[in-house]
């Protein structure tokens, strides 16, 4: 890659003051522009003080704007734009009072480094609160560089030890040593002290080659390091060493091993430290279900069990403050639940039930530096939620901002929970959104498969299902085997390697809608985004004649080109661990089958994805055609896996609407 090409982007990028031009854009008016338009308020932060809060707002298309709004007065005044292409303004948080840390995202032309062509970069930026003075956080490459950097850093302490001071982690590249006495030599993951403001950096953890992960403990001290260890071809192996450090010591002791197997997780796996408890926090184990537990950083390594679910797993620290203090977990049943650890925060997270009756999910976005302040968030179902401003003093709740003002005025569906059987007789859990006003049946049906697959469904606002329960589709979204969630034996060797039992849960899932009389069988579709779309495919591979129409968005089509997708990065081993070897590969690949798909296929994909290469949809739509198939894709120019542009968004649910229509044999609406 040519080094000027990133730092003519990043000059772009970072000269760019709001205007008026730059607003978000007004309430569209048809359902696909309605539901596919991105949130309005992507990320919010509160300041230290408490009197203001930043945020980052959907603009222009794929655009995001930053706005700094004072709490006195409610005034948002516009301090910097992205354009989407290719740079993205992705979150901003408070540094100090007057100054902002912000997070940028693009994806530029990589040819030469990998084989895609187009590769994901980070950078960090900060900027004070009146739009002035922006400077890049992250370090700088040259050209004496002898590689590049793609990850610009995390913040892992917003409290360096120094006012205007964070811990930023940094990947150091060394330098052409020939005609410099100044080239840097080191090379590996390190921490820097940086003040946000004068850019002055010190380093605080020298870099390893080895090194993965950093934990620091709220304060500016780094107590948690884990080692990857790395294999002779290059590649990362599975295997993390953690260390750690007794207060007040800079030595390194043994903490624990982490393997993270074809997506299997064994071994404590340390997410926060509570510097005044002199403990880490994690997760590991308890009767094949994920627990948390915490470890004393004493030297007595003492492991105590601090939350457990007999039926799913712990899968969330709840944090609040500067120091990211942890002051819970949550698990999700039916719906999310949280539990708290401080007394104060239960206590008011009562309140807030009460006060919000029908927005039953809270979170804590952001607080102010004395936490007397706190910015908050609530949804539910049939709500996409909105900010609040809560102040401890005054017991005072105030609205901030809605996420999606724009759906204020439509009528949203109601999420039901429930199990269905398969086939073998498991429960399988599902959420099944009806049509508002439905009688729940005879309906046109989709049933719309989660991503990862190492992930799952909650309950809670989905735009994709609530858009087509608008347009009046019932929609399940069933927690097949191979979903996150319940524990190792329900992740059964990943939707990959198992993808005979995750695919048949997906199929059984229709079937049980058809015998509940919900679905018309002639009027049964599947839908599914990443993995989801690979579900889609494959659905109709096990049962051709099962879902009348298949909806594909950015999907995996062939197992063996998705390995090889990951063949230029260092986390290969994990990759082809994930997906395995045997006839397995062959046989749950949509691409190698296309001749046993009937239904007619809709495909989408960004021809920037990360994630699922774009040559994956274009394979599936070429052996499709080959074999004399119905099929279409849809190609959205300069746009990754997540298609986060709102008229890209709607456009894909007009263009699936009105495939399912015909396809379907449903009257226009």
């Known amino acids: 890659m ?5 730092a003519v982007a990043l000059a772009a990028c970072f000269a760019a003051p709001l205007s008026a031009a730059d607003s978000p854009a007004p309430v569209p008016s048809d359902a696909a522009a309605r539901f596919g338009a991105r949130e309005d308020i992507q990320q919010a932060s509160l300041s230290p003080s408490g009197t203001s ?8 298309g794929r655009g995001a704007g930053l706005f700094v ?3 006195a007065d409610g005034v948002a005044k516009p301090i910097l734009a992205s354009s989407g292409d290719p740079d993205r303004l992705t979150s901003c948080k408070w540094s100090t009072d007057t100054r902002l840390v912000c997070g940028i995202y693009m994806i530029l032309d990589t040819s030469g480094l990998t084989h895609r062509g187009y590769n994901g970069y980070t950078r960090l930026i900060a900027i004070d609160s009146d739009g002035k003075n922006l400077k890049v956080l992250s370090a700088r490459t040259n050209d004496r560089s002898l590689g590049a950097a793609f990850g610009g850093g995390d913040v892992i302490d917003w409290n360096g030890g120094a006012p205007g001071t964070v811990l930023l982690t940094r990947r150091y590249v060394p330098e052409e040593t020939t005609g410099s006495l100044l080239a840097e030599t080191r090379e590996g993951y390190g921490v820097d002290r940086i003040d946000t403001n004068t850019l002055r950096r010190a380093t605080v953890e020298t870099p390893n080659d080895s090194a993965d992960d950093y934990i620091s403990d709220g304060y500016g001290t780094v107590r948690v390091m884990g080692k990857r260890i790395k294999l002779n071809s290059g590649y990362n192996s599975d295997t993390i060493l953690y260390s750690y450090r007794k207060a007040g010591d800079r030595a390194w002791l043994p903490l624990g091993t982490l393997k993270t197997t074809g997506g299997v997780l064994s071994g404590f796996n340390p997410y926060a430290v509570d510097r005044d408890r002199n403990l880490v926090y994690g997760v590991d184990s308890k009767d094949g279900r994920k627990a948390l537990f915490s470890i004393a950083l004493d030297g007595s390594l003492t ?3 601090v939350l457990d679910r007999p039926d799913v797993d712990v899968d969330n620290l709840i944090r609040i403050g500067r120091q990211d203090r942890v002051v819970g977990a949550s698990f999700v049943t039916d719906k999310r639940q949280s539990a708290f650890f401080d007394p104060e925060l239960k206590k008011l997270a009562a309140s807030l039930s009460r006060a919000l009756p029908g927005l039953p999910l809270v979170t804590f976005v952001d607080a102010s530096a004395d936490e007397s302040k706190l910015l908050l968030f609530a949804g539910s179902d049939m709500d996409p939620g909105h900010y609040y401003l809560y102040d401890k003093t005054t017991h005072h709740l105030a609205e901030a901002f809605p996420a999606r003002a724009g759906l204020a005025k439509t009528t949203l569906a109601a999420v039901k929970p429930l199990t269905f059987t398969a086939a073998d007789g498991t429960q399988i859990p599902a959420y099944l959104t009806l049509p508002p006003g439905s009688d729940g049946k005879n309906l046109p049906t989709i049933v719309m498969p989660h991503g990862g697959p190492e992930a799952r469904d909650e309950w809670g606002f989905d735009w994709l299902s609530q858009f087509f329960a608008n347009r009046g589709y019932a ?20 939707g990959f390697k198992s993808w005979r039992t995750a695919i048949g849960d997906v199929n059984d899932g229709g079937r049980w809608l058809v015998k509940q009389g919900i679905a018309d069988p002639s009027k049964l579709a599947i839908v599914g985004w990443s993995y989801g779309g690979y579900a889609a495919l494959q659905s109709a591979v096990l049962d051709p004649t099962l879902f009348k129409a298949i909806v594909a968005v950015a999907p995996v089509t062939d197992l063996e080109t998705l390995r090889q997708e990951r063949h230029d990065f260092t986390d290969f081993t994990e990759q082809d661990a994930r997906i395995g070897k045997g006839p397995h590969v062959r046989e749950g690949s949509p691409a190698q089958n296309a001749a046993r798909i009937t239904a007619p296929v809709l495909l989408f994909h960004g021809d920037r994805d990360q994630n699922v290469g774009i040559e994956e949809s274009r394979l599936m739509a070429a052996r499709l055609k080959a074999a004399g198939k119905s099929v279409e894709l849809v190609e959205f120019p300069h746009l990754d896996h997540q298609l986060d542009d709102s008229s890209a968004r709607a456009a894909l649910l007009g263009k699936a609407d009105g495939f399912l229509r015909t396809t379907l044999k449903l009257p226009a609406q």
Do not use: C, E, H, M
């Open 2 to 6: 040519k080094k000027t090409s990133f």
């Open 53 to 60: 809060i930043a945020y980052v707002a959907a603009i222009n």
């Open 69 to 71: 709004v004072s709490v």
């Open 303 to 305: 492991k105590t069990l």
């Open 475 to 494: 929609v399940l979204q069933p927690n097949y085997r191979g979903s996150t969630g319940y524990g190792v034996a329900w992740f059964n060797d990943n």
